[in-house]
């Protein structure tokens, strides 16, 4: 294996500069090092201007996102010897303006995430006296799947919908939406579907699945999108056919 590898990390202050640049800089290869660790090798070594975001440096934060050689990744998750002998190009996370070299901003994924409701929403709150709000491992299962979302915005680097569409709520958003319509101890999701069951929201997914591709943690964001689209159209059905029926 070779001793060291290219860097091609993308600077950008919009302040100053008028386009992106991409900056070069040989990092060495080593079998255990993520493309994390050679950013701040950059960081610590090289040039200490360079600006990305990261935290746990174990796949549970989500912060450390960008593109990769084109595809979004963790780069706390991903290896720096699978791109030998290089180069590596590192940019931000396409679908997002970016602050500054490799840090996005994120406020219209936090506005679309707020929005879709993804918390528990009871009709009435139980006092504490009478206990917890009990599940069996089946109803655990229904949406455990959809829980594991870390908010990285791979799904949203990856989505051609809403690259095209900034109106459109996004797989994160609407997956997380999901989570909490199969959970058992919800009572909120007529209230979500009046939010999402739009042009803007699920129906505006024209089901690509590059979201489920890139998703570090298996949600499949795409396939919550279809069973949301399912379950929209059975209420619009039952509204139709029974329009005396009550709502939440």
Known sequence: MAEAITLEVTRYHPERDEEPSLQSDEVPLRKEWVVLDALNYVKDKVDGTLSFRWSCRM?????????????PKLTCATFLSDYAPGPVRIAPLDNFPVIRDLVVDISDFLIKLSRAKPWLIRKREKPLSEGEYLQTADELDTYKQFSMCINCMLCYAACPV??????????????????????????????????????????????????????????????????YKLTATKEWMKSFLMPWGGGE
Request: proline share 5%.
């Open 59 to 71: 796949g549970i934060c989500g912060s450390c996102g960008m593109m990769v050689n084109g595809a």
């Open 162 to 227: 809403y690259g095209l569409d900034p109106l459109f709520s996004g797989p994160a958003a609407i997956a997380l939406a999901q989570r909490y319509n199969l959970d058992s101890r919800d009572e909120g999701s007529n209230q979500r579907l009046d939010i999402l069951s739009h042009s803007d929201g699920i129906w505006g997914c024209t089901f690509v699945g590059e979201c489920t591709e890139v998703c570090p943690k298996n949600v499949d964001p795409a396939g919550a999108i279809q069973q």
